[in-house]
């Protein structure tokens, strides 16, 4: 799986391809959220295994009380 991604992701720019729709075309609005949300995944993702990791150095179970912290370090 991750090698086929790997492949895919070699010959197609996706991020190349959501900039394109987002300059034009009828789903302008779209495709720029989808920009957007492209460019602040790798900080959500390290939000969430930051937060993941202080939640279980504390003792607490990993829940709905997280999104706030989530929410937080991905702006920053």
């Known amino acids: 799986t991750i090698l086929g991604f790997g492949v895919l992701n070699s010959l197609v720019d996706i991020s190349r391809g959501f900039v394109r729709l987002a ?19 790798p900080a ?10 202080a ?13 706030v912290p989530i929410l937080e370090r991905t702006l920053e």
Do not use: I
């Open 55 to 67: 939640f279980r150095l504390r003792g607490e179970r990993f829940g709905p009380r997280a999104l």
């Open 44 to 53: 959500l993702a390290d939000a969430v295994s930051s937060v993941r990791l």
């Open 23 to 41: 300059r034009r075309g009828p789903l302008q609005g779209v495709a720029r959220t989808l920009v957007v949300a492209w460019a602040a995944l």
